[in-house]
Every structure is written in structure tokens, then in C-alpha cells.
């Protein structure tokens, strides 16, 4: 079984303060991306990594970088948190050749007050 | 620009009976669907999915029908039972790109009730 696992299940930082999300998968994957998941938005793609050191713009970047020193881990950065990324935040993975099968961690709830 | 739409935020249906998901998009390069179920504190599971050259997927209560014509896709659930109350989340594949771009519809909130 993959196993996607996210290092915090709820989290609570003050605005202008550096959060570091953290994900690791046991599966030697070599995609991982970063999601956040809003009511009536449903998931959307923040930043996305398919190589160690390697990563690419989603299609909500802006607020947010990204870290992939090793294959396992991908975190996701917040360098100055704000009220509006108060939502949940999902880690998943998936193998260059089954693309289309992302696994999901469990998820991070952050509220920045 | 919502490229997958899931215009039912919610439904309710009876234990026993069919619960139909739908769900809509208007990228035609999309090559393949998913439906993936997400209860509360728990990251989304993958259900079921169908590629583009098929019409009908089945998995025991779980079938996926895809009209490309009309680029519909819905999610049938036959019995409900009350464990499927959970958010449905549709997504659509795009092998284009060098990771896959996996793009998600909304969400649909389905209760079955006792």
C-alpha cells in the first residue's frame, strides 16, 4: 500500500509568519505535488516536483515555493503567511508511468489568524 | 476558467437507492477521467476512472459512463449505502504534459441516509 504521509493534520500560524508544510511517501514515486483544497473550489495545483531538486509551477503559485532535497520528501513553503491561505492543504504522489494515479496524504488544515 | 465543473454541490439519496454524480468539461484533450471519494480529515481515494475510448466502466457498485459528445461524465452508485457519504470529487487527465495534469471538478457532497 503507498503511504502518503503529511507532517502536521492541523496547524495554526500568525500572518507573516514562514509555515513549512511537510510530505513524505514511501513508494520511491517520482512525482509529488502540492494541493490546497477550498469549498466551492475544489483541488488546485500549487506547485508540482517530478525529480529530486527538480519542480514546476502549478496553477496557484504565487504565496507559496517548494523543496525536493530528497526522492521521499516534497515540502511546501509558506515565506510570509497570510489569512487568505487559511485552507487544507494536500500532499500527493504518482509514478512517472501511471501518471494519471495520484495518491493523497491525509492533509494539513492551516489557519493563519 | 473551470475546465471540470460538478454543478450539484450536494445530494441526497435514500440507502438502497442509485446516487448519480455528474459532472462536466470543456477541455477536449483530456484523455481520462477519475472519481476519487474523500471523507472528513482524510486525503481523497482513488474510486474508479474511465479512459477516453471507453463509454462505461463498472466495479462492483460502482459504475463511470463517459459521453464525449456531450463531455459529460457521471458516477452511479447502486445501492447506497450510508458508508458513501463523503465528497466526490471528478478529475480529468491530461497526458500531455511531462507529470500528467490531473485537473478536479468542485465537489459533490453525497449523504445516503438510513
Known amino acids: 500500500d503507498v503511504k502518503v504521509t503529511q507532517s502536521s493534520r492541523y496547524l495554526v500560524k500568525r500572518t507573516g509568519e514562514k509555515v513549512f508544510l511537510e510530505c513524505v511517501q514511501d513508494m520511491d514515486h517520482e512525482n509529488m505535488f502540492w494541493y490546497r483544497q477550498d469549498p466551492g473550489l475544489g483541488l488546485r495545483l500549487i506547485y508540482f516536483?517530478?525529480?529530486?531538486?527538480?519542480?514546476e509551477k502549478g496553477d496557484i503559485p504565487e504565496g507559496y515555493s517548494v523543496s525536493r532535497e530528497k526522492k521521499e520528501r516534497f515540502s511546501l513553503i509558506l515565506e510570509s503567511a497570510s489569512t487568505n491561505q487559511t485552507s487544507m492543504y494536500l500532499c500527493?504522489?504518482?509514478?512517472?508511468?501511471?501518471?494519471?494515479?495520484?495518491?493523497f496524504g491525509p492533509g494539513t488544515r492551516l489557519t493563519v489568524t | 476558467d473551470q475546465q471540470v465543473k460538478q454543478n450539484s454541490p450536494s445530494l441526497s439519496v435514500q440507502e438502497g437507492r442509485i446516487s448519480i454524480l455528474n459532472c462536466d468539461y470543456t477541455n477536449s484533450m483530456f484523455d481520462y477521467f477519475l472519481w476519487y471519494k474523500k471523507y472528513p480529515a482524510e486525503g481523497p481515494t482513488f474510486l474508479i476512472s474511465i479512459s477516453s475510448i471507453k463509454d462505461k466502466n463498472e466495479d462492483g457498485r460502482f459504475t463511470v459512463f463517459l459521453n464525449k459528445s456531450a463531455k459529460h461524465l457521471s458516477l452511479h452508485i447502486v445501492p447506497s449505502q450510508p458508508g458513501d457519504s463523503a465528497v466526490y470529487f471528478c478529475a480529468a487527465f491530461t497526458g500531455g504534459t511531462s507529470y500528467g495534469k490531473l485537473t478536479f471538478g468542485q465537489g459533490t457532497i453525497l449523504t445516503v441516509h438510513p
Open positions: 500527493a504522489s504518482s509514478l512517472v508511468d501511471r501518471r494519471n494515479e495520484q495518491y
Open positions: 516536483s517530478y525529480d529530486v531538486k527538480m519542480k
